[in-house]
């Protein structure tokens, strides 16, 4: 059989396609690559705005459209708040967000579906590499105890529940056997990892890093509150990669306020100085919201101070899109979307000269690159990419050699300026680099 497994949304939602991708390989499927024959679709959707939702059905009606014959499955948070409306999209299975771990038996038993585990190969990184990821994303707990004012997923995920380390472990040895390089832990609030079982995300982390072989492990979004002891000295190890992403949401206190965030700008500040003085070169990334209800001009403005004080290496950023059921979608004083969209392209401007400030401090330094690929295709070799401990993309200069998903030293030469995609989006920048010392084709 075969499967084609799609998503939309957080690393979560990754780490979770991924999971299924290994389940189903383990049962004899072959999952399915873009363009090709699929007899059964899965679709991880997304609920975090109203426009994700959107994007989720448009990507459920694509799929069935290029595989008409397909029976399909869709699980995930747009699931869980609108079930109803997306079984009516001619869905064969619905599977809840408190079932998803189990979607693939569940699948199996509902739709009869004809697998054989004894024609299953070794369950290897191969879909991984299909989707081009030398990078795996790991799931470690799910859930939220937390309800900011803005934020559906508490509702669509339920209370946090924590994997055990020990099964975290043997999932990162196995992804290690199938020869990925990187993994990055993941989950709706990882800095709760263990308040359901007693453990931290500092055992966790000290665990990963003694008992598993992998190269690189790299934190996914953590929350800027309850961090545990012992944290930072955790880095200690260099393959405990030198990235965080902090949501901030606002630079304004009445507005955090206001989005029931448990982090003020004055706490967020210390964490970042206490981070950068003890990681060096530590990459600090961030999710800022504009135009969340009742957002005045002098709260857009603090926010614009506070967020270049702070220096982030790069921002992600949202314009506010009211979700029902939260509290913040019955507040008054909505912003216009005009208004939004101004902020946003301000913030977009803003954006690139912090990233691009904070590239140009890379240069001339020698830094371990883990390579993805060619940005020209798999057919060009000249110059291939990858990402910094920091995450920060590099194009390396290989001269031909065949470096996929290997780890080199590469020295910075030169920050490069991309033009925009879009109007309305500014342009990107990338570091350019070359080997610091010969490599071995082969």
Known sequence: ???????????????????????FEARGCRISGEGEAADLIVVNTCAVTAEAVRKSRKLL??????????????????????????????????????????????????????????????????????????????????????QCSFCITTRARGAERSRSIAEICREIDQLVADGVQEVVLTGVHAAGYGSDSGASLSELLTAVLADTEVAR????????????????AL?????????????????????????????????????VETARAAVPNLTITTDLIVGFPGESDAEWAQTLAFVEAIGFGDLHIFSYSPRPGTAAAEMPNQVPAEVKRARGRELHVLARQLKRTWLARQLGSVQSVLIEGSPSGPGNRENQFGYTPGYLS?????????????????????????????????ADSQLLGRPAEAINPI
């Open 394 to 426: 590099v194009r390396v200069a290989t001269g031909g050699a065949e470096l996929n998903n290997r780890i080199i030293p590469v020295r910075i030469e030169q920050v490069l300026d991309r033009p925009a995609d879009a109007l309305d989006q500014p």
């Open 61 to 146: 009606r694509r799929l069935q459209r290029e595989h008409p014959r397909a029976r399909t499955v869709v699980s995930g948070c747009a699931v869980s708040l609108e079930q109803e409306q997306l079984g009516e999209l001619g869905v064969d299975l619905v599977v809840p967000n408190r079932d998803k771990d189990r979607l693939v038996p569940i699948a199996q038993q509902a739709l009869a579906l004809p697998l054989m585990p004894e024609a299953a190969t070794e369950p290897g990184a191969a879909a991984l590499f299909a989707r081009g990821r030398q990078r795996a994303f790991v799931k470690i707990q799910d859930g939220c105890r937390y």
């Open 217 to 232: 492990v790299r934190l996914g979004s953590v929350e800027p509150w309850g961090l545990p002891e012992r944290f930072w």
């Open 235 to 271: 880095f200690e190890n260099p393959r405990l990669m030198s990235h965080l992403h902090l949501p901030l949401q606002s630079g304004a206190d009445s507005l955090l306020k206001r989005m029931a965030r448990r982090c003020k700008t004055a706490e967020f500040a210390r964490l």
């Open 1 to 23: 059989m075969r499967v084609r497994l799609s998503t939309l949304g957080c690393r979560l939602n990754e780490a979770e396609l991924a999971g299924w991708s290994r389940a």
